[in-house]
Nanobody
Framework: QVQLVESGGGLVQAGGSLRLSCAAS????????MGWFRQAPGNEREFVAA????????DYADSVKGRFTISRDNANNTVYLQKNSLQLEDAAVYYC??????????????????WGQGGQETVSY
């Protein structure tokens, strides 16, 4: 059974930075794409970033492009999301997720079948 454990969220001032980590177990981590999604109150869960199995390909939502960076460490079964220049609109619960099958890479949350517990991020003035 796949387990994803997130850490690193919290309270940050606008313009600041945070790094989220997501440690995976129970699956051959290096074979699967990973993604980060977020959900703000009253909103649907939205795609933030994705990284393929090797880390050689990444994609971002337009709203975070140039500010967020997704990366992975396959030796330690961990995926990261570095968030810089944080804005009030970035406040949400952030979730990491692993793709349903090794061949999938993309932004469709239905194609991710295991999720972290979610970490609340609050951005203040």
């Amino acid at each position: 059974q796949v387990q994803l454990v997130e850490s690193g969220g919290g309270l940050v001032q606008a313009g600041g930075s945070l790094r989220l980590s997501c440690a995976a177990s129970g699956r051959t981590f290096s074979s699967y794409s990973m993604g980060w999604f977020r959900q703000a109150p009253g909103n649907e869960r939205e795609f933030v970033a994705a990284i393929n199995w090797s880390g050689g390909r990444t994609d971002y939502a337009d709203s975070v492009k140039g500010r967020f960076t997704i990366s992975r460490d396959n030796a330690n079964n961990t995926v990261y999301l570095q968030k810089n220049s944080l804005q009030l609109e970035d406040a949400a619960v952030y979730y990491c997720a692993t793709a349903r099958r090794p061949t999938y890479y993309g932004d469709n949350h239905d194609q991710y079948d295991a999720w972290g517990q979610g970490g609340q991020e609050t951005v203040s003035y």
